[in-house]
Nanobody, 120 residues
Framework: QVQLVESGGGLVQPGGSLRLSCAAS??????VGWFRQAPGKGREFVAV????????YYADSVKGRFTISRDNAGNTMYLQMINLKVEDTAVYYC???????????????WGQGTQVTVSS
């Protein structure tokens, strides 16, 4: 079992920055992904980091603006977001699983989500 708790969301102006955190407890030796869901839309892949932090992959829409990382103990994952756009507005979720994947169905554990709103 893995428990995940996201934090760090909020309201930011276009062009601004935020850093999301995902605190994991339990069996934390898993790959961790970030997903987001905007109102009326499906859950969208954002980024994923391998269990040892050696591999990272990003959606094209965030490449160059978002950075995924995890601490040395592997218990906390981060999503650093810069140059935020209005279209980045969504609930952001972290998820843990045994595959490096962009498909939500490949992840076994999910956090409750944190709201990111980009607006002037």
């Amino acid at each position: 079992q893995v428990q995940l708790v996201e934090s760090g969301g909020g309201l930011v102006q276009p062009g601004g920055s935020l850093r999301l955190s995902c605190a994991a407890s339990g069996r934390t030796s898993t790959h961790v992904g970030w997903f987001r869901q905007a109102p009326g839309k499906g859950r969208e892949f954002v980024a994923v980091i391998s269990r040892r932090g050696s591999g990272t992959y990003y959606a094209d829409s965030v490449k160059g603006r978002f950075t995924i990382s995890r601490d040395n103990a592997g218990n906390t994952m981060y999503l650093q977001m810069i140059n935020l756009k209005v279209e980045d507005t969504a609930v952001y979720y972290c998820a843990a699983g045994h595959y490096i994947s962009a498909r939500p169905s490949d992840y076994d554990y999910w956090g409750q989500g944190t709201q990111v709103t980009v607006s002037s």
